[in-house]
């Protein structure tokens, strides 16, 4: 049976970019490696074990996962006070608890995460990719280069950004940042160029994990003490990897599946605390790099995480002859890819209060982590949406027929609405018959029930009647105090009150 011609380019494709992005998580590996406080073998197999099963099990094909920042800075708190077995302990931990998410579906709360978090996750790590690299050009002695050292560095970054920017506009037949790369190095090594290279950062080569079963007490002790650190790790790894997800999505108008992502995560991160590596999560510049190469399958991570181990068994001489200058300047052009650019034309279009959001998520996601920051700026954005719905809360009044009062609300009554609600009922002078027309709100809360009720209770001590109309069924069952002045119909809205009485 013979391949269509385009499943052939795609296969080609997803090659050649796995084999590129390959080459971009060796430095990002042992970097993070170091930042955890664990040997870089550490980081690199978990780049392998964890891209590898989430490559295959994954909900986003193309999604590109492995050690990451954003686990590393905080997993080093863990590795310092109770040392690297207690790590491996806690990432298989976060991989249960992942799996959990996923068999739970709680992946379907991405949806919650507003358009502004988005921009400002994605405008932060881009600035956090960008600070990362900034390392790269100091000394072994944490001073800035200078003279010729720098010269040479900032001219092999501009050499492999202008041939990642320009070959694709000769042709596409092969990924860029691939090429980039090569011809970097090569012109290192044909001109003799004094230029860091990845082996200069450590020595990737070793041999294969072993199956490692965590050396720690199985005590309730040891789990108080791993608990918050997993739960945590299992944030920030979904959370990040969710996020990276719907921006695919985005860019290639697909879809991927949330909670078949969680899973996989979770699978992965189980396997790799059992063979001893500090885990990991998607990875956002690589994902980019791979993306941005053509690659939308399987296939790219696959062989991606495939070259990886290769190059840690086999070909670590020569992974350890590329220039750091080279991979730098992908990852400047993964960060000029990734940064919303028109964000700041959109700050000049929306609310002050979704620019606020953009702002915040960025400077926390570049100052603490993302789980941090995506909670601020939904906290953040659910406040800003209750203020702004809570001025919606109104009301129109008329005299009936029957010389009834009619209070006609309109708009969402809420625990934010709660306290304006109060104030549009004159009950000192209303007449001795009132009525409360519910038929253009709604009624969302239990504080909304209590609001209610309370208003209700002022009507009887004044002595006068007071009607509610169209209220749902189940407010019925939660007021208290107005219970009785219920009026029931045929046209009755039915839609379901929050609250955990009808739990």
Request: hydrophobic letters at 55%.
């Amino acid at each position: 049976m013979f391949l269509h011609p385009h499943q052939v380019a795609n296969a080609k494709d997803d090659i050649l970019s796995g084999l590129t992005v390959s080459l971009a998580l060796v430095p990002e590996a042992v970097a993070f490696a170091f930042v955890a406080g664990v040997h870089p073998q550490v980081g690199l197999w978990a780049a392998v074990i964890v891209g590898l099963l989430a490559a295959v099990l994954g909900g986003r094909p193309g999604m590109i996962s492995g050690a990451t920042g954003a686990l590393a800075v905080v997993m080093v708190h863990l590795v310092a006070e109770h040392g690297v077995e207690y790590l491996f302990a806690a990432v298989v931990l976060m991989g249960v608890i992942q799996i959990g998410a996923g068999v739970l579906r709680m992946g379907k709360f991405m949806r919650m995460v507003p358009q502004p978090v988005m921009l400002g996750f994605v405008n932060g790590l881009a600035i956090v990719i960008f600070l990362a690299q900034l390392e790269h050009f100091q000394t072994g002695h944490g001073q800035w280069m200078q003279g010729s050292e720098l010269w040479v560095m900032l001219g092999l970054v501009a050499l492999t950004m202008a041939v990642a920017h320009f070959l694709p506009k000769l042709t596409e037949a092969v990924p860029s940042s691939l090429v980039a790369v090569v011809t970097t190095t090569l012109v290192v090594i044909g001109l003799g160029l004094e230029s860091r290279t990845v082996g200069d950062m450590a020595a990737i080569g070793g041999g294969l994990p072993e199956f490692h079963i965590p050396a720690v007490p199985f005590t309730l002790e040891t789990l108080w003490i791993i608990l918050p650190y997993s739960v945590i790790f299992a944030a920030i790894g979904l959370i990040e990897s969710l996020l990276t997800l719907n921006l695919i999505d985005d860019i290639t108008n697909t879809r991927g599946q949330s909670n078949r992502e969680c899973m996989a995560q979770g699978v992965a991160n189980c396997t790799a605390g059992m063979f001893g590596t500090m885990g990991g999560c998607a990875m956002l510049g690589q994902s980019m790099i791979n993306i941005n190469s053509g690659a939308l399958h399987r296939l790219s991570g696959i062989t991606a995480a495939l070259a990886l181990a290769a190059f840690i068994l086999f070909l670590s001489g020569l992974i350890e002859l590329v220039p750091l200058a080279a991979l730098v300047g992908i990852m400047f052009m993964v960060v000029l890819a990734t940064f919303e650019w028109t964000s700041f034309k959109v700050m000049r279009n929306v609310p002050l209060t979704d620019t606020l959001v953009m702002v915040i998520v960025t400077v926390v996601t570049v100052f603490t982590d993302l789980a941090i920051a995506v909670v601020v700026g939904v906290i953040v954005s659910a406040l800003a949406f209750a203020w702004e719905m809570a001025k919606h809360i109104h009301v129109e009044t008329r005299i009936d027929e029957k010389g009834s009062k009619v209070y006609e609300l309109q708009g969402p009554l809420f625990f934010a609405s709660t306290t304006e609600f109060k104030r549009l009922f004159d009950v000192e002078k209303d007449p001795d018959d009132v009525i409360i027309e519910f038929r253009r709100s709604r009624v969302m809360d239990h504080s909304a029930i209590e609001a209610i009720d309370t208003i209700a209770s002022r009507y009887r001590r004044a002595g006068k009647s007071l009607h509610l109309r169209h209220l749902s069924p189940d407010c019925h069952q939660l007021l208290e105090n107005a219970r009785d002045m219920i009026e029931v119909s045929y046209d009755d809205p039915d839609y379901h009150v929050a609250d955990d009485k009808l739990a």
